[in-house]
């Protein structure tokens, strides 16, 4: 029979393939790295001190970076009142300030649009380039854009890498270690609320805020993709948003939607609240109002 | 055991073959070769800069986030689609003149998805994370991301036309025939999956409704009547000079029937683009922007309207000389019509389908896109490689297909 040397090829190839497997298994487990959301709660944690010892040399001052989970029964939604806003645009630098955008090559992660009193909110008489000596200019309104933290994101559906996803309190995150930089996001998101490291971004080491989340303001690398977080670091802890702070006309408001006493749950209920382009069935959790 | 160290030995001929064709040429050959690979080395040191500085180089900002380089991938993609145009007739309808230039098409498919998945590394922030969409170490968010059916379709054409070219080569390189059972159902195979790498990439754009130009279900059967066009005027050039340069034999009517199904296709081309601009124009919603931004310019903002109209001419002109058929069949006016096709069809692809489409913005602001010097270097050398790939695997495929290159069979096995 040839049934020795038959069992001997067999043998051999259930070595090769047992070392195979296992050779695999350390390359898939082992090293590398892998998108943050997948990794177990202990790599995690040494993947964030190491991110901690590299911005902290980069920097040369101590810098956290949180894991915060999503708070359970939490989630967040805004809302602006846009007979409120006056265009003064500090909601864009405290917003900069907060979340460590890179200021050169200078990145914004909201975008007021100035828009003229008979027109509506028309995009395409939109100016977001106005100078006025001084705002709000007379006849005319204000209409800030950030990402709109959509419930049917187009830009999370459309990357190829699962790079970007919507956490359970509704915030769509981005993992700046593993999108590739495609930008196929940026071409998707209606409200160009995706922004693109083209260059290094760099910050200056005295204006960098080091109180960070893994998910948010932590430094980014050049090449890929960022966007408002909600201010990730910062509604997890029970704060608001650097922007609903910052604005002086009170015309910003932040809550948790799931809460009936919130004051966003008052304003969705009682006031005359729209969503931008809502033909596209994006779904926002960022409402706008008319307060008055 | 006997018969692996044939296999070895045989291989070891084939490759030593085809570097001795590849190194033995004509002035005209090594010119060409020069010329290619002064391309590849100032798009090598572009690229350099790019992957230095970043992607800031390039003229793409965050309102136009896309430009030269995904244009051309799309127009390449197309490219590599037309290969099906002469499969289609050669093992469908039997038609003979044909057949015996599919594998040509072949070639060009693959350096044409070589050029596409460069074209996409280079564009990409990135590209040493390119593995990310590999599983299993990576991810590749399948079925979600158009982008991930990209991937796949665009591997399995590539593999396709790699296994049956090489195979044929091959066979014919030891002198037997190529066997039917492999190829047959691989070229019928290479037929939908050409028509589906053209149709996914159509998808990518179609399906964002955030961009109104390309949220048109007319996009993936305009891109197709496209590819039909710009595929074979290529080829059409290559044919021309291989029967000028080498022993092989062309016919006049397998090249008279490609520029006849490349007027079909202009045709079709033109009326799915005219009735495009017809429902923009007519209904005139604020959708038009994008359409108006190409053809006509927004305010001051013209830089494409040339490159528009440009265009429409080449295709037009294409269109009449392919249509007449005494005036395909006179040698000058063949080229002019084959030039205007796919220059025509380049422009339309380049500058007409990405840019337009992202300007103005999805929040009004019109940035003009036009590529930098990078973009341009860098583009030049993709396409440097990709026709030194496909010069040098003519090089090898040519002779042997006429029998001047082929395994010597004698007494001592290998070689003299």
Known sequence: MRSDSHRTTVNRREFASCAAAAAAGFLLTGCGPRRLHELPPDRLKDAIREMERRYAQQYGTAVTVSDAPPIPGVEFAYAL???????????????????????????????????????????????????????????????????????????????????????????????????????????????????????????????????????????????????????????????????????????????????????????????????????????????????? | MRLRVGTVRLFSQFVGGSIRQVLRGPAAYWAWLAVLLMLIVSGGRAYLGQVQDGLIVTAMRDPVSWGFY??????????????????????????????????????????????????????????????????????????????????????????????????????????????????????????????GIHTVTAFLYNGLAARPYWNSSILAPQFLASAFCSGPAILLFVLQLLRRFTRFEIKDDAIWKIAELMAYAMFLNLFLHGAEAFKEYYSNTEHLLYTRYWFQGLGDHKTLVPFAWTAVTLNVTAFLLFIVPAARRNRVMLNIGCFATYAGCYIEKGMGLIIPGLTPDTLGEIYEYYPSMTEVRVAAGVFAIGFLVFTLMLKVAVPIALNEFQLRRGPAGAGH
């Not at chain 2, 998945?117 to 969409?133: K, N, S």
């Open chain 2, 70 to 195: 995904i244009g051309n991938f799309t127009f390449l993609v197309g490219v590599a689609a037309a290969a099906v145009v002469l499969v289609v007739p050669a093992y469908v309808y039997d038609w003979g003149p044909i057949r015996e230039i599919v594998i040509f098409g072949e070639l060009l498919a693959i350096s044409a998805i070589m050029m596409c998945l460069l074209f996409v590394l280079v564009d990409i922030g990135r590209p040493e994370r390119f593995w990310h969409l590999l599983p299993p170490a990576g991810r590749l968010n399948f079925p979600d991301s158009i982008l991930a059916w990209d991937v796949l379709v665009l591997n399995i054409y590539f593999l396709i036309n790699v296994v049956v070219v090489t195979h044929i080569v091959y066979m014919a390189f030891t002198g037997r025939h190529y066997n039917k059972r492999i190829v047959v159902p691989l070229v019928l195979l290479s037929i939908p999956t050409a028509v």
């Open chain 1, 81 to 292: 009142d846009i007979s409120r806003c006056v265009g003064c645009r500090r909601c864009v630098h405290a917003c900069v300030e907060e979340n460590n955008q890179s200021r050169d090559p200078e990145v914004q992660w909201i975008r007021v649009l100035e828009m003229e009193k008979g027109k509506g909110v028309d995009f395409s008489e939109a100016d977001p380039y106005y100078a006025p000596p001084e705002v709000p200019e007379e006849g005319h309104f204000y209409v800030p854009v950030q990402c709109q933290q959509c419930r049917n994101a187009p830009c999370t559906k459309v990357c190829p890498t699962g790079a970007t996803w919507t956490e359970p309190d509704g915030i769509v995150v981005v993992d700046y270690d593993w999108c590739i930089g495609c930008r196929y996001c940026m071409a998707a998101c209606p409200y160009g609320a995706r922004h693109f490291n083209w260059g290094q971004p760099s910050i200056p080491a005295d204006r960098l805020n080091v109180k960070t989340h893994v998910l948010g303001n932590r430094p980014r690398p050049q090449g890929v993709v960022e966007k408002c977080t909600f201010c990730i670091q910062r509604t997890r802890n029970g704060r608001y948003p650097a922007c609903v702070e910052v604005c002086p006309a009170g015309a910003r408001k932040f809550g948790n939607l799931l809460d009936p006493d919130s004051e966003i749950r008052y304003i969705i209920e009682h006031k005359r609240v729209l969503v931008l382009k809502e033909e596209l069935n994006t779904v926002p959790r960022f409402f706008y109002f008319y307060g008055t």
